[in-house]
């Protein structure tokens, strides 16, 4: 059963830093890709960012490119997002997630099957 958890949510003021991270266990196969989303409350997951597991190509969206970088660990199945020039409109719920296969765009979330619980973060002074 391949779950995913992710670590390093918090408080952190505009401007600041964090680092996500994601660990996979119970994986039985190379994923395609993992990513990160986020969701704010009463709206829909938001793709910023995803790896290639096996390439390591990363993609970014528009609002995250230049402050974000996503990072992939085959050996240790993790995948880390650090968080740079974090601004208020960056606080919510980020999950991780695992898309085994398939062919449809990585920047959707139906393209993932498996997905962690979450962690929020916090940007505010």
């Known amino acids: 059963q391949v779950q995913l958890q992710e670590s390093g949510g918090g408080l952190v003021q505009p401007g600041g830093s964090l680092r996500l991270s994601c660990a996979a266990s119970?994986?039985?196969?190379?994923?395609?890709?993992m990513g990160w989303f986020r969701q704010v409350s009463g709206k829909g997951r938001e793709w910023l960012a995803h790896v290639l597991w096996t390439t390591g190509t990363s993609v970014y969206a528009d609002v995250v490119q230049g402050r974000f970088v996503i990072s992939r660990d085959n050996a240790k199945n993790t995948m880390d997002l650090q968080m740079n020039s974090l601004k208020s409109d960056d606080t919510g719920v980020y999950f991780c997630a695992a898309a085994s296969g398939g062919f449809v765009d990585l920047r959707f979330s139906r393209a993932y099957g498996y997905w962690g619980q979450g962690t929020q973060v916090t940007v505010s002074s």
């Open positions: 119970g994986l039985t196969f190379s994923p395609r890709s």
